[in-house]
């Protein structure tokens, strides 16, 4: 009995421990003092009913002091939808006090659609303040001589804040600024009168109206260096002789090997007329016994043919030996 008495006060201390824990979770009674010492009025319902709805109300009541200290008058309704919405409360809240202060005129209808397009609307509306240089990436491109010249630009913009939804960003006018510096190097008759004049690129570029469709407005477009690459004309020219080169090549190529194919067929043509000639000799003893037999050769008219043939035999063996000698002669 005196163990039941000793444990249910430790009980009850516990159970109103606990009590008082979830009461101060769900009443955060700091926050709700902090928001009418700073002539926020948020009543005890509303920060029960935020906890409830998953909301955490140091991230709306909070941004909500700050505006009202800055005389920026909201609705702690418009900040919970938004919260609930998935956008970022502080932020905008911050890019209104900032607009505010700049004299820019944005609301929160349309600082909240800027922060739920996934652009940082605080951002915007000092870049809109202060415009931001963005350096493009080295951009090359060739003059009409054709060597090549590498730009580097700095490009001044400023944020608009009425196209901020559904207008191109950064990346696009990057891209707008790239292309037309190609397009300006490659119009130059020599790379000489680029490097003489970097400012007629800044001036023939911002002449395009690049910053259409995109968020920003553009200031101004600044060449910062510009290099002299490679000759990429010469490079062209180049490869254009060494693939002429090899064309040539292989039309030599093709015309040797007809030359000994026909080298090959008129070889093969003479051994055949000289097969026509042997067997065209063979044919003499043959005619030369019909006329002995037929009484057209007699015995005088043979033994002067045979003389004739040894005669034109020695003649040839004596032709060709001389024909050696002068060449041993002309090799010495």
Do not use: C
């Not at 009674?29 to 509303?46: C, D, P, Q």
């Not at 409830?52 to 920026?72: D, E, F, M, N, W």
């Not at 607009?99 to 915007?124: M, P």
């Not at 090549?249 to 090959?264: D, F, I, L, S, Y």
């Amino acid at each position: 009995m005196e163990d039941m008495a000793f444990i249910f006060p430790v009980i009850l201390l516990a159970g109103a421990f606990i009590f008082f824990s979830i009461l101060l979770w769900a009443v955060p009674l700091r926050l709700w003092v902090e928001a009418n010492f700073s002539s926020v009025k948020v009543g005890i319902g509303s920060l029960i009913g935020m906890r409830l709805r998953k909301v955490s109300p140091p991230q709306i009541v909070r941004p909500l002091i700050t505006a009202t200290k800055a005389g920026i008058d909201l609705d702690i309704n418009e900040l919970e939808a938004h919260y609930l919405a998935g956008g970022r409360v502080d932020r905008v809240v911050g890019a209104l006090i900032s607009a505010d202060k700049a004299s820019i005129d944005l609301s929160f209808t349309q600082a909240a659609a800027i922060d739920l397009a996934g652009r940082d609307v605080l951002e915007a509306v000092q870049v809109s303040v202060i415009p931001k240089v963005i350096n493009t990436p080295k951009v090359a491109a060739m003059a009409k001589d054709g060597i090549q010249l590498i730009a580097i630009a700095r490009v001044t913009v400023r944020a608009n804040i009425d196209r901020l939804v559904g207008g191109a960003g950064e990346e696009t006018i990057l891209a707008r600024v790239g292309e037309g510096i190609v397009s300006t190097i490659g119009s130059a008759d020599t790379h000489a009168n680029v490097l003489e004049n970097p400012d007629a690129i800044s001036k023939m570029v911002l002449s395009k109206g690049l910053d259409s469709g995109t968020a920003f407005e553009i200031l101004s477009i600044d060449i910062a260096d510009v290099d002299v690459g490679k000759n990429i004309g010469a490079e062209l020219q180049t490869d254009q002789a060494e693939a002429d080169k090899r064309v040539a090549q292989a039309r030599a190529e093709e015309r040797r090997a007809m030359a000994v194919a026909k080298e090959q067929e008129m070889t093969a043509l003479v051994v055949e007329m000289k097969a026509e000639v042997v067997k065209a000799e063979a044919q003499v003893p043959l005619a030369l016994a019909d006329a002995f037999r037929e009484g057209h050769l007699g015995v005088m008219d043979y033994m002067r043919y045979g003389n004739i043939e040894a005669d034109t035999a020695m003649r040839t063996s004596i032709a060709g030996q001389d024909d050696e000698t002068t060449s041993e002669t002309e090799t010495e």
